[in-house]
């Protein structure tokens, strides 16, 4: 068994210049991963803000961004294997994508065709969850079963820096403690829960420090730098492989755009405070560094600026292209074997929806 | 079997689902060594091991929402409440989660979790221990919900639960826990969605369920003593809902009464009545009434006799069925 990981100082391997940081305990992913993962954040980030005009435009209904938040995005998904399971929220489309999740089935919730677009059992990936901390208590089932099954499955479970005041996410560091699960709870603290800053959700040194009351080891972790993060996320995903239980890693970042489109950020902070944090942007930073290292060329830029134009426009016409929905389907999952009642307003809507038989 | 108790009969359900299948696991609070504070999992974790029935910590939204996690990935969990308004904690798990899981994923991820609830009162219970909690899963689509009132149904019933592929919040009636009975668990038991005659009566019909079944059969047999002759209907799944059955029964006798010990405002006893004037509207010589607690909070164990629905209340409420128009 390894030492306990908790470090509450925070790891950083590169910083917001590009310059490498030297770590007693991370090593700094190769450079074929570092790339990867560059190529992965400029294609989120592309995501994210297709995402955004697809809402000004009217063909989602809302898109809660993660603008800023792609080093996380990308870290959390690149680093779980195939069998590994992902329990997103709200905000963490880029993360299911990078997960390999089609964009357009991904959005067909925004779009407002159906709760859930995409089929989670194929890739693993848990419906986006919209109340708070729920999922996580879900993800510690699915690695509780792994451990009973004796598979080596590992649930990430993510979250933001709101959710760490709701009781499922004491329950599920709780239990995924008591039970040893394979769960690596991923605390992405982008400052805001809406409106509300950090200093309300939590009077903790850092939201780290909460596991320490569980026996869950926690790591603090630059969550602009996708070099630690895939160093720090790598080492809690290793750890429950190996059956050696949960780790809460704190991941800090900002949300630097608005909650969603909905939300006007100039009511609740200033604008030289999100001036302060684009300086911070991850990809900015990995840029410099990959190009200071020349591990990025031109060519390779140019490469990744196509493929996220591809998908792009992939978005675009996907959503652009009016869904034909079958309104009988709202009674088709309740219950496996349908009721007697369902079946009787079913009959009802199918009548409605075929207008008048007798002409009146 | 002879004299079986319904906690007995609970019990060798729990056990024969785990035999045959290795898929189910059982856990909550107290259920492990101790084998809960109403003995219904007694044995199993000695029978299965640790692995198959055990103790999780003190929280019922955590016991939910990792059951429905132990759901995604490939096992049938049945866990225990251990009584009614320990519940309410879990209620977010399971209207939002548990209950919505297939509709939401379009049948992707359908949860075959049991919540099983020792439910209502008449066991002189301190508070929040004696709720009738039936209306808040009833009025959560997604959920089926179930409130035997024999140790065969409860026996059968749970067996079917725990085969179903979707959510079943099982509702077990604490004050028939220990009532003894002679069950053959081998005889085929009506399938989920299906209410049952207990009684066949010509002049009315008492619609009752779990708990209050076997107040309704008193009446009944009272009823008898004074020439009147009362059936009785037991819905034991209250959702689905056996329209058929029971409009068939009042139809009969052109007069009900929906006994339930929920209080009764906005409650399934309110449903029954609505669906049957619905249903039976021409076929009815008299307003359908209920016979329910009062829309109070539970009482203290001292006062619950006044709330509970009794066999004096459901014929004095009989005796009010017009029958001058006979």
């Known amino acids: 068994m390894t030492a306990p990981a908790t470090t509450y100082d925070l790891v950083r391997l590169i910083d917001a210049e590009g310059g490498v940081v030297a770590s007693d305990r991370y090593a700094l992913p190769e450079p074929a991963v570092l790339l990867a993962r560059y190529r992965s954040m400029v294609v989120g980030r592309r995501v994210n803000d297709q995402a955004s005009a697809l809402v000004r435009q009217g063909r989602l209904a809302v898109y809660p961004s993660s603008h800023g938040q792609e080093a996380c995005q990308v870290a959390a998904a690149a680093v779980l294997r195939p069998g590994d399971w992902l329990f997103p929220t709200y905000r963490d489309s880029v993360a299911i994508v990078e997960r390999g999740v089609d964009p357009v089935e991904l959005f067909a919730m925004l779009k407002g065709d159906w709760h859930c677009g995409y089929d989670p059992t194929v890739l693993k990936v848990a419906p986006q969850a919209t109340p708070l901390a729920t999922q996580l208590l879900h993800a510690v089932g699915v690695g509780h079963a792994a451990r009973l099954k004796h598979e080596d499955t590992v649930v990430m479970a993510l979250c933001g820096d709101g959710a760490t005041s709701e009781g499922d996410f004491h329950e599920a560091l709780n239990f995924a403690a008591v039970f040893r699960a394979p769960v690596v709870f991923f605390v992405q603290n982008n400052k805001y829960a809406i409106s509300v800053p950090l200093a309300r959700q939590s009077a903790a040194p850092s939201l780290a420090h909460k596991g320490i009351g569980y026996g869950v080891p926690a790591v603090h972790v630059d969550g602009n730098d996708v070099a630690a993060l895939t160093a720090v996320l790598d080492e809690a995903v290793a750890r429950a492989a190996r059956g050696e239980g949960p780790t809460l890693v704190e991941a800090d970042t900002y949300r630097m755009q608005a909650h969603t489109n909905a939300d006007d950020a100039t009511r609740y902070r200033t604008s030289e405070e999100v001036e302060g944090w684009l300086l911070r942007d991850p990809l900015t930073r990995l840029r410099a560094h990959l190009t200071s290292t020349g591990v990025l060329d031109e060519a390779a830029e140019a490469r990744f600026a196509a493929e996220a134009d591809a998908l792009a426009a992939r978005i675009r016409a996907g959503l652009n292209e009016d869904t034909v929905h079958d309104p009988l389907e709202l009674f088709a999952h309740v219950y496996a074997g349908g009721s007697p009642q369902l079946d009787a307003q079913a009959a009802l809507l199918r009548d409605e929806l075929a207008g008048p038989q007798d002409a009146r | ?326």
């Open chain 2, 1 to 326: 079997m002879t004299g079986l108790t319904m906690a007995q009969a609970i019990n060798t359900a729990l056990r024969d689902a785990m035999t045959a299948d290795e898929t189910v696991v059982v856990f909550g609070e107290d259920v492990g060594p101790l084998g809960g504070v109403f003995r219904v999992t007694d044995g199993l974790t000695a029978q299965f091991g640790e692995d198959r029935c055990f103790d999780t910590p003190l929280a019922e939204s955590g016991i939910v929402g990792m059951a429905i996690g132990m759901a995604m990935n490939g096992l049938r969990p049945v866990v225990e409440m251990q009584f009614d308004a320990f519940a309410y904690p879990a209620f977010e798990q399971i209207a939002s989660h548990l209950a919505k899981s297939a509709n939401r994923t379009r049948g992707a991820v359908r949860l075959p979790v049991v919540v099983r609830v020792p439910y209502a009162g008449g066991i002189g219970g301190v508070e929040h221990h004696c709720d009738s909690s039936e209306g808040y899963y009833a009025h959560t689509p997604g959920l089926t919900v179930l409130a035997p009132a024999t140790a065969a149904d409860a026996y059968g019933l749970l067996r079917q639960a725990i085969a179903l592929p979707d959510p079943v919040v099982f509702l077990e009636p604490k004050k028939l826990y220990f009532a003894k009975e002679d069950v053959d668990l081998a005889a085929p038991v009506l399938p989920i969605g299906r209410a049952v005659v207990r009684r066949e009566g010509t002049d009315a019909t008492l619609i009752a369920y779990g708990p209050s079944v076997p107040v309704a059969l008193a009446a009944a047999e009272q009823a008898a003593t004074e020439g009147r002759s009362l059936g009785v209907v037991d819905l034991r799944s209250i959702v689905p809902f056996d329209d058929e059955t029971v409009a068939a029964a009042v139809r009969s006798t052109g007069r009900a009464v929906v006994v339930a010990e929920a209080q009764g405002f906005a409650s399934v006893a309110s449903e029954v009545v609505a669906r049957l004037t619905e249903q039976c509207f021409h076929s009815l010589e008299a307003p359908i009434r209920r016979v329910t607690g009062f829309d109070i909070p539970y009482p203290p164990p001292k006062l619950e006799r006044h709330h509970l629905p009794s066999v004096d209340r459901i014929l004095d409420t009989v005796d009010e069925l017009q029958w001058e128009h006979a």
